[in-house]
């Protein structure tokens, strides 16, 4: 469980969710929908019980977990002055696991030019970058928060059908 002072934040949480699934977390505003991702994340802490990925505890070998996910915030902060292309190399070079051949696919169904600033993107191609660099070293945990926020309806249904195939 987790709060905000006297707010409730989630309590009581018990998921499972299985190899192959996608799971949509569907709730209105102030539901702890992110507020559970951040805890799986161990980007916050639980006051009380236990979150784990892969059987790794996220508190406890959260480093471990996090080599398994790729992750897509709702809230997503990017460096500015940098390159699409320099952020997506920066990453690959933290993590290790790049497959620069689809990261090349996928920047090019989803129509992003990666060699502008980030500054210069669009708030759609700000989310695309971001998809692309929770996808590219193909995670065995896609966890995508509001991942279609800001596309135009023909990205959101590239989006939905890269999840279909990530999913297979």
């Given at each position: 469980?987790?709060?905000?002072?006297?707010?409730?934040?989630?309590?009581?949480?018990?998921?499972?969710?299985?190899?192959?699934?996608?799971?949509?977390?569907?709730?209105?505003?102030?539901?702890?929908?992110?507020?559970?991702?951040?805890?799986?994340?161990?980007?916050?802490?639980?006051?009380?019980?236990?979150?784990?990925?892969?059987?790794?505890?996220?508190?406890?070998?959260?480093v471990a977990a996090r080599k398994h996910v790729g992750y897509l915030p709702g809230e997503l902060a990017l460096p500015g002055n940098m390159r699409g292309r320099s952020y997506l190399n920066m990453l690959d070079a933290m993590r290790g696991q790049a497959d620069p051949d689809y990261r090349r696919q996928l920047c090019g169904r989803l129509d992003l030019d990666v060699s502008r600033r980030i500054r210069e993107y669009s708030r759609g191609n700000k989310q695309k970058l971001g998809l692309v660099a929770a996808m590219m070293h193909k995670p065995d945990l896609l966890i995508l928060d509001e991942p279609t926020s800001g596309l135009d309806p023909l990205v959101q249904q590239t989006v939905l059908e890269l999840v279909r195939e990530t999913r297979a």
């Open positions: 469980s987790y709060s905000y002072g006297k707010q409730r934040g989630i309590v009581d949480v018990d998921l499972t969710i299985d190899k192959g699934e996608v799971f949509g977390f569907l709730g209105p505003n102030g539901a702890g929908k992110t507020t559970t991702l951040r805890l799986l994340l161990d980007v916050i802490r639980p006051k009380q019980g236990t979150a784990s990925i892969f059987g790794f505890d996220c508190q406890q070998n959260g």
